[in-house]
């Protein structure tokens, strides 16, 4: 029975999914209908109680959190593709410090810019412009430790590509393209040159290609 | 050698480390960083911690910040010590891994703007928003639904063994218990039940008493 990942056309699904290709592992997709409330019905329930996106369904073994995903995947897999997790205890431990990172620091105002500018007409609430300015403030000081850290750094966690750079991709595809702020990236030299390297690796073009949001 | 730990102990974030050293019997020295001058904001700090937070572990050579992932560190480098923190087999781990996931996008990012304004500002002498604590209140309810859920068929968070998914919540919510809002886990029987059980452990009590709580 092949892994089954819900709701791949949405941003935080795509973590698992490019992990999944990057360690060339087979998956299925099943699309999630958020604008019908499918999320909401007690049979996506049943596989998320939080009504969110992804889950992940292994045949009779079922996960979600997408970067829980992405752990479970790069250590399944470890000894095919890239090693997502580097080599020692220790460079796991850098892995996991930005991976921790991008979820309570980068992520939570991209998340605001994300559903304010994207989403909110779509949602039906009112898009909350000082929300949108604060937002930006915060990822702007955010991207300016990134800048110092990654011109000593090729990748976050050292000079291996891992699950850290690979978690930002999906939300900072927004921010470079519907968001309307690529400018966070490009002006910042070393950040620039490393959104640029990640976001052309195969495995995100394949993702981009085969699940974005249909138009 | 010993792990340098900098932060303060009555912080949430520290503790959460703490918690896990203690339960792994892993010997450690704090450093205390004051978090009232804002000590974790000047330039000492800031080469520890490039975001301006505790906490920040030394140990030998190696640093690492962002107190979750110090905590998985110790718990899968010292896997063979202490509490077994991580699970039995690689999809129990992935199950302990999601509830901490948890923690972090659906329990503290309700919580810990409710601490602050029902504790940290007050103590500053600064207004707390009366209406966004309600509107967290009402959320953090619908969450705790769900946590309710599953513990009625589940001991602990990730199946009938204490792990890591129940030590990432306890610092934040001890905090939530001694406010005025804690009838929102009491009056839940599960999490009640479950609550109680997770701080009768012995490093749980080790550490209320390091902090002075």
Redesign the interface.
């Known amino acids: 029975m092949v892994l089954k990942v819900y709701g791949p056309h949405f941003a935080s699904p795509k973590r698992a999914l490019v992990t999944l290709i990057e360690k060339g592992v087979p998956f299925e997709t099943v699309p999630v209908d958020l604008m019908k409330g499918e999320h909401k019905q007690p049979a996506y329930l049943a596989l998320q ?2 009504g969110t996106v992804p889950a992940v369904v292994d045949g009779d ?1 079922k ?3 997408s ?3 992405m ?2 995947v790069a ?2 897999y470890r000894s095919q593709g890239p090693d997502l997790l580097g080599k020692t ?2 460079d ?3 892995v ?2 930005w ?3 991008e ?3 980068f992520h ?1 105002p991209l998340l605001n810019l994300t559903l304010h500018i994207m989403f909110a007409s779509v949602m039906g609430f009112p898009s909350d412009e000082k929300l949108i300015k604060e937002s930006e403030e915060k990822l702007s000081a ?1 991207l300016d ?1 990134y800048e ?2 990654l011109a000593k750094s090729k990748y976050l966690a050292g000079d291996f590509v891992s699950l850290a750079d690979l978690a930002h991709l999906p939300f900072t595809d927004y921010l470079v393209g519907p968001i309307g702020k690529a400018y966070m990236i490009k002006d910042r030299k070393h950040v620039s040159a490393w959104w640029d390297d990640i976001s052309s690796r195969p495995a995100w073009k394949e993702t981009l290609e085969k699940y974005s949001f249909p138009a | 050698m010993v792990v340098k730990l900098y932060g303060q102990v009555t912080a949430a974030c520290p503790q959460r480390v703490l918690l896990c050293l203690l339960e792994k019997e892993i010997e450690f020295e704090i450093i205390h960083i004051d978090l009232d001058t804002l000590e974790q904001k000047r330039p000492e700090h800031l080469l520890r911690q490039p975001f301006g937070q505790v906490p920040a572990i030394e140990d030998g050579d190696f640093k690492l910040f962002e107190s979750r992932a110090i905590a998985r560190y110790y718990a899968t480098k010292y896997a063979d010590q202490g509490t077994n923190l991580l699970g039995k087999s690689l999809e129990h781990r992935a199950i302990v891994d999601q509830w901490a996931d948890v923690e972090v996008g659906y329990f503290n990012v309700l919580v810990h703007p409710l601490v602050m304004n029902l504790v940290i500002k007050p103590r500053l002498g600064e207004e707390c928003d009366a209406v966004l604590v309600e509107e967290l209140k009402v959320k953090l309810g619908v969450v705790l639904d769900i946590y309710e859920n599953q513990l009625a068929s589940n001991r602990f968070l990730a199946g009938d063994e204490f792990t890591m998914a129940d030590l990432t919540h306890m610092p934040a919510m001890g905090y939530l218990m001694r406010t005025n809002i804690n009838r929102i886990v009491k009056d839940r029987v599960n999490m009640n039940r479950w609550w109680e059980e997770v701080t009768a452990r012995p490093a749980w009590k080790k550490l209320m008493k390091m902090a002075g709580f």
Do not use: N, S
Request: proline share 6%.
């Open positions: 109680p939080f073994y996960i979600f959190e970067r829980a995903v752990r479970y250590e399944k205890v220790e796991r431990g850098q996991e410090q991976l921790d990172v979820a309570t620091t939570p955010v430790v110092a850290h």
